[in-house]
């Protein structure tokens, strides 16, 4: 199976891997899997949206903008490994800058998740994580990163 067809059937291209903005790298491959960094929403270099979830950011909007993080994880994972060597999608895990009393973080992250589904069909099916947190790098509303088996 090409996923990097099925990519291509989604009207989808895999971005340039962003920049790290500290001292790490954006994806490794430790044997048979590939873990990526927290990938934020860049589009073209940039941030595509600053805010909280439930504040200035819908979690439609948040949806969006963690299919993006997933999409830019993907092109991480794609440079290490190739993303037709990929497995399954083991894990991911999703951090949403949330205000006071949002609690839709699972509904946000699924932005993510049915992106890699649509990639990967059942083997982009994955344990996940959404967790809400206070302030995200550079003022995201979203990050997410993930782990994938490779061959």
Known sequence: MSYTKNLAELGLVL??????AGAYVPAVRSGNY??????LPIIDGELAATGKLGAEITAEQGKELTARCALNALAALDDVAGLDNVVRIV???GFIASAPGFTA?????????ELLGAVFGENGRHARSAVGVSELPLGSPVEVELIAEVR
């Open 15 to 20: 971005p340039p891997v962003a920049s790290p």
């Open 34 to 39: 590939v873990y990526t960094a927290g990938q």
């Open 105 to 113: 973080q699972p509904a946000v992250l699924n932005g993510a998740s």
């Open 91 to 93: 894990k991911v895990v």
